[in-house]
């Protein structure tokens, strides 16, 4: 891995998570984003919209509570299960959010697929 993403050896696929200001959903209520945390928490696989929202929302430096928070608990099975360093959230099919951890702390995220 030349990158050092910390992510498979097909990481020249993966794109930057997009900021918020590439989204036109950026300027919500807070009822309206609890509904979006809401929705992506209880639709493993199905959650495009909603990562997009919520992925820019995580940042360098975030506590593993505030991405549980925002994200929810990261996928426990599967061949992208989470480790203690790298949590995976499976958006739809191929399209993934990474959020790696160090100290306990977020280093870096990766979105796959997520435009």
Request: aromatic share 6%.
């Amino acid at each position: 891995m030349s990158c050092g993403c910390l992510m498979t050896s097909s990481c020249q696929k993966q794109t930057p998570i997009p900021q918020s200001s590439d989204l036109s959903d950026a300027h919500m209520t807070g009822v309206e984003l609890a509904q979006v945390k809401a929705k992506f928490k209880a639709s493993p696989g199905f959650r495009t919209k909603e990562a997009r929202i919520l992925a820019p929302m995580i940042t360098r430096g975030m506590t593993r509570n505030q991405v549980r928070e925002i994200l929810g608990e990261p996928d426990k099975e599967g061949a992208l299960a989470s480790s203690d360093d790298i949590w995976h959230y499976t958006v739809f099919y191929s399209q993934l959010i990474a959020v790696v951890f160090e100290n306990d702390r977020v280093i870096r995220t990766h979105g796959t697929g997520i435009k």
